[in-house]
Each structure stands twice: as structure tokens, then as C-alpha cells.
């Protein structure tokens, strides 16, 4: 480990404040605070289209992938599911 970070061998930001958070990524990021700031901005924007808890879940379609994890050229929608539980799984297949 670069002995530079070495105070954070075993750091956890649960107990930190905002601006306290803020600080420790900046001082072991190469970003400006304003750049900072503007990540932080894009992401309270891009949160407020997030559902919440108890939201209906947008519709999307996907393709079916077959056992060998080849596209099928099947899709399969979420709506087609209304009522049933649906598990997803996030990953690559790559």
C-alpha cells in the first residue's frame, strides 16, 4: 500500500459526516472540489428518477440469453410478469 494512504488501512466512512466524507475523497482523489461538487450535483439529479420503495417498477424488455448464455433473439417484458415474483440478476456474461 502507498504508505501516503496508509492512515486508511482500515477506514470506514460510516460514522462521517457529509462534509467530512468530502474531504477524504478529495484528498485521496486527483479531482477538484469542483469537480466534486459536480459529481455530486449529477448524482442528486439522477437520484431524484431512482423509484422508491413501494413504486411500481418501470417496464423493460430483455433478451433471452439460452443455457450457453447465447442471445436467442427472444425478449421476455416485465409487465409480462405483473403479479408473479421476479428475481434479477446482474452480472456479466461476458
Same mark, same amino acid.
Given at each position: ?17 457529509? %462534509? ?5 475523497? #478529495? ?7 469542483? =469537480? +466534486?461538487?459536480?459529481?455530486? @450535483? ?15 417498477? %418501470? ?5 433471452? #440469453? ?7 433473439? =427472444? +425478449?421476455?417484458?416485465?409487465? @409480462? ?14
Amino acid at each position: 500500500m502507498d504508505p501516503r494512504y496508509e492512515h486508511f488501512r482500515n477506514f470506514s466512512s460510516a460514522d462521517l459526516s457529509f %462534509p467530512e466524507k468530502k474531504k477524504v475523497w #478529495l484528498e485521496i482523489s486527483d479531482m477538484s472540489e469542483e =469537480e +466534486f461538487d459536480a459529481m455530486m @450535483a449529477d448524482q442528486k439529479e439522477r437520484q431524484a428518477g431512482v423509484p422508491k420503495i413501494g413504486d411500481v417498477a %418501470p417496464d423493460f424488455e430483455l433478451e433471452i #440469453l439460452d443455457r450457453a448464455k447465447k442471445r436467442t433473439g =427472444e +425478449f421476455v417484458r416485465l409487465s @409480462a410478469h405483473r403479479g408473479k415474483p421476479v428475481a434479477l440478476l446482474f452480472g456479466s456474461y461476458t
